[in-house]
């Protein structure tokens, strides 16, 4: 009893692990040859029902026909001409006809063509056969046939039956076989070698190994993946960069104004100065912008949901909190109508790149103009500053970029402006690019496909 539940619960675990394999090369290896099983067992029987089974039969009532024939002629034969006719159908036919006894005995292998030759001397002949087997020599079949009260004995050769439905068979399944074997092999390496490879890579970035590439090639679809996973390697490790810089450019940052405001509390001890406690100010000021911006930095992966925004409206608002700080802007309503779009994400992105036209722009006005083409929304910002070198052009969206590489105020501000706004439109899949202008200065250019 306790045998037999061993091996219930054996077969049991097999049926398990074939149900629920957990390798892809497994799973992958099992349904193929699942459904090449099935494909080639529905093979065999279409040839055997359509093509071999038809042609045996054919091939039974052509030999009956033949030896009724023969049987028919032998009698009409004196015994010379039964001789020439004996050796005519061994040489020509392998075909042997005598009026002799033959040791017979019963057949005892199945062949499939044996059966079918019966039935069919019974249709020509018209009397029941049964075909024995001689007991000596070569491998010989024996038919009796009674013509006009005279038994003849008709026998013919082993290899003289025609078709082989079982050698068929046999070749067909070997065939099947082979051919399940080496598709299987090669499509499963084709498909889990490439996945090994993301499963050992993903390992490796898993453990902060951030330079693992793969590479992309093979079919469009492994090409994609690879692509996406070697893009999600770089932002990663561009990322983790970038938070080392963040935190380094914050803490180097907010030192000077610390350290400005520590020795100024020290004087106000001695004595009540009212440049010192506004100078305090500026530099807490300051300290709350860096603050703000590190802040919209981490904050830029965050994505609301769109809403009908009155463009028009928008920018005018935006607008006119510059010209109360008595910054020119150069704009005029451009029927950009309403649309749906993540209104809080384009404020920031406005404000930013007009933050940075102003900085560089000096007492120059800056020109901004919203426009409608081909289902974008596209909205530039220009300012008459110094430019940017055209080398330069990408490097400046990068977090703490400066084309100055001392962190002045004279020349701007912590470098975080531009990385925010390209945050926000990969996010929001905007497109910003930044082109020289017509003579001096700078143009952006925001680029924001909207829905019809």
Not at 97 to 111: E, F, G, L, R
Not at 129 to 137: D, F, H, R, S
Request: charged residues 20%; hydrophobic residues 45%.
């Amino acid at each position: 009893m306790g045998g037999g539940v061993s091996i219930c619960n054996k077969w049991f675990s097999c049926v398990s692990w074939f149900r629920r394999p957990k390798s892809l090369s497994v799973k992958t290896s099992l349904t193929l040859a699942f459904g090449l099983i099935i494909y080639t067992g529905l093979s065999i029987f279409l040839v055997l029902y359509f093509v071999l089974i038809p042609m045996s039969n054919r091939a039974a009532d052509d030999m009956a026909a033949f030896i009724s024939m023969v049987s028919e002629s032998w009698i009409s034969f004196d015994e010379q001409q039964q001789a020439q006719f004996q050796r005519h159908l061994r040489e020509e036919h392998q075909l042997f006809i005598t009026s002799d006894p033959v040791p017979v005995t019963a057949i005892k292998q199945y062949y499939p063509f044996i059966p079918r030759l019966e039935k069919a001397l019974v249709l020509h002949i018209g009397q029941p056969v049964v075909i024995k087997q001689n007991l000596e020599g070569r491998c010989c079949f024996w038919i009796e046939i009674i013509q006009d009260k005279q038994v003849l004995r008709v026998g013919f050769l082993h290899d003289r039956i025609g078709p082989k439905p079982p050698m068929a068979l046999v070749g067909i399944l070997a065939l099947a076989c082979l051919l399940i074997l080496v598709t299987t092999i090669l499509l499963v390496r084709r498909i889990a070698r490439p996945v090994s490879k993301l499963s050992t890579a993903a390992n490796q970035l898993a453990v902060g190994d951030f330079s693992i590439r793969i590479p992309e090639t093979g079919p469009k679809e492994l090409v994609s993946l690879a692509h996406s996973f070697n893009r999600m390697a770089e932002e990663l490790d561009q990322l983790m960069s970038n938070r080392a810089v963040l935190f380094g450019g914050i803490s180097h940052d907010l030192r000077t104004p610390i350290t400005r405001m520590q020795i100024a509390l020290e004087l106000l001890e001695e004595s009540n100065n009212s440049r010192l406690i506004a100078g305090l100010r500026n530099d807490l000021k300051e300290m709350e912008r860096l603050i703000q911006q590190a802040l919209e930095l981490v904050k830029g992966l965050d994505k609301n949901r769109p809403v009908e925004t009155d463009l028009d409206q928008l920018i005018t608002a935006i607008v006119a909190d510059y010209q109360r700080q008595q910054q020119t802007i150069n704009w005029e309503l451009s029927q950009c109508g309403v649309c749906k779009i993540e209104a809080d994400a384009l404020r920031r992105v406005l404000l930013n790149l007009l933050d940075n036209a102003f900085r560089y722009a000096g007492d120059e006005p800056v020109d901004l103009s919203c426009s409608r083409k081909a289902g974008h929304l596209i909205i530039r910002v220009m300012d008459q500053g110094p430019g940017i070198p055209k080398e330069q052009l990408e490097a400046v969206f990068q977090p703490f970029f400066r084309l100055d590489s001392s962190r002045s105020k004279k020349t701007g501000g912590s470098g975080l402006g531009l990385a925010i706004v390209r945050q926000l439109c990969d996010v929001h899949r905007w497109k910003i690019k930044l082109f020289a202008g017509k003579g001096r200065g700078l143009e952006a250019c925001l680029i924001i496909p909207i829905a019809k």
